[in-house]
């Protein structure tokens, strides 16, 4: 399994960006994807989340400023963020959940990261 992240980049506070995550392999079921946020020098820490059923939820510093989505046709998650902020700036990395044809069970998968960067 291979998840592929996109649309990171540099942007001006307040301005927006969307990411992109599409999961690929020997898929058979994706549960919960979710973006998880790491600041310079900080842990990585979950922003957002999204069930198979379409149920999502936020950590509270980005609630009414992100939006995660996702097309399950495609095995894909997206997060849309608006509002910037300088302390947004990090990597971000997926997450998903997910039962392959190759292994057993459902086990964590994390892509590599695309950088944002927000300028003040």
């Known amino acids: 399994v291979l998840l592929v992240e996109s649309g990171g980049g540099l942007v001006q506070a307040g301005g927006s960006l969307t990411l992109s995550c599409a999961a690929s392999g020997s898929i058979d079921s994706i549960d919960t994807m979710a973006w998880y946020h790491q600041a310079p020098g900080k842990q990585r820490e979950l922003v957002a989340a999204i069930t198979s059923g379409g149920e999502s939820n936020y950590t509270g510093s980005v609630k009414g400023r992100f939006a995660i989505s996702r097309d399950n046709a495609k095995n894909t998650v997206y997060l849309q963020m608006n509002s910037l902020k300088p302390e947004d700036t990090g990597v971000y990395y997926c997450?998903?959940?997910?039962?392959?044809?190759?292994?057993?069970?459902?086990?964590?998968?994390w892509g590599q990261g695309t950088q944002v960067t927000v300028s003040s």
């Open positions: 997450n998903a959940y997910i039962r392959t044809r190759v292994i057993s069970g459902f086990w964590y998968y």
